[in-house]
T-cell receptor
Framework: GEEVAQTPKHLVRGEGQKAKLYCAPI?????VFWYQQVLKNEFKFLIS????????ETGMPKERFSAKCLPNSPCSLEIQATKLEDSAVYFC??????????FGQGTRLTVV | QKEVEQDPGPLSVPEGAIVSLNCTYS??????FMWYRQYSRKGPELLMY????GNKEDGRFTAQVDKSSKYISLFIRDSQPSDSATYLC???????????FGAGTRLAVHP
């Protein structure tokens, strides 16, 4: 597709439940980035992929967060045992070269 | 020290004003500089990106990079109420593995 598609738009989970978010990058783009945006607009980098390989995962809280980008499937970001502080908007972006990155509309996760 | 610093504002200007938005960065090795616009409850929209130093113009928008002072700017001419949004500067890290964002500046253009 011509835009980054993120699903679902909204997700509500009880504390301790699992959350799974999906991202379909723009066709032909080999880089995928995940970001978390909390209330004050700060974008926190989580993880990036080059094709299906993890490029940089320095931002991931590894004990509960995991992500994958498998061939012919949307990329996914999974949070096991969600906590209240995981409430945020999660954005995915894709890029052909690594430089120009195009963002999806985000998934708003609310943990109650 | 943050790698990218941006004044969060808010910045309020009258319609028609020239707006100047700025960021500073710490790593002289950075080469790619981006400006995004984000409307409320939407994803960031790429406005412009610049490689290395110099200016780039697109309609009412001009992006400027001064690598000697590690300073990047976005100028908006003839600002419109529809320009009211949060503007984020972003820099591609040296390994091309992530974008590093500034805090974002909230801009309000009033009629």
């Amino acid at each position: 597709g011509e835009e980054v598609a993120q699903t679902p738009k909204h997700l509500v989970r009880g504390e301790g439940q699992k959350a799974k978010l999906y991202c379909a990058p723009i066709k032909g783009h080999s880089y995928v980035f995940w970001y978390q945006q909390v209330l004050k607009n700060e974008f926190k980098f989580l993880i990036s992929f080059q094709n299906e390989n993890v490029f940089d995962e320095t931002g991931m809280p590894k004990e509960r967060f995991s992500a994958k980008c498998l061939p012919n499937s949307p990329c996914s970001l999974e949070i096991q045992a969600t906590k209240l502080e995981d409430s945020a908007v999660y954005f995915c972006a894709s890029s052909q070269s690594g430089a120009e990155a195009f963002f999806g509309q985000g998934t708003r996760l609310t943990v109650v | 020290q943050k790698e990218v610093e941006q004044d969060p504002g808010p910045l309020s200007v009258p319609e028609g004003a020239i707006v100047s938005l700025n960021c500073t960065y710490s790593n002289s090795a950075f080469q790619y500089f981006m400006w995004y616009r984000q409307y409320s409850r939407k994803g960031p929209e790429l406005l412009m990106y610049t490689y290395s130093s110099g200016n780039k113009e697109d309609g009412r928008f001009t992006a400027q990079v001064d690598k000697s002072s590690k300073y990047i700017s976005l100028f908006i001419r003839d600002s419109q109420p529809s320009d009211s949004a949060t503007y984020l500067c972003a820099i591609l890290s040296g390994g091309y593995n992530k974008l590093i964002f500034g805090a974002g500046t909230r801009l309000a253009v009033h009629p």
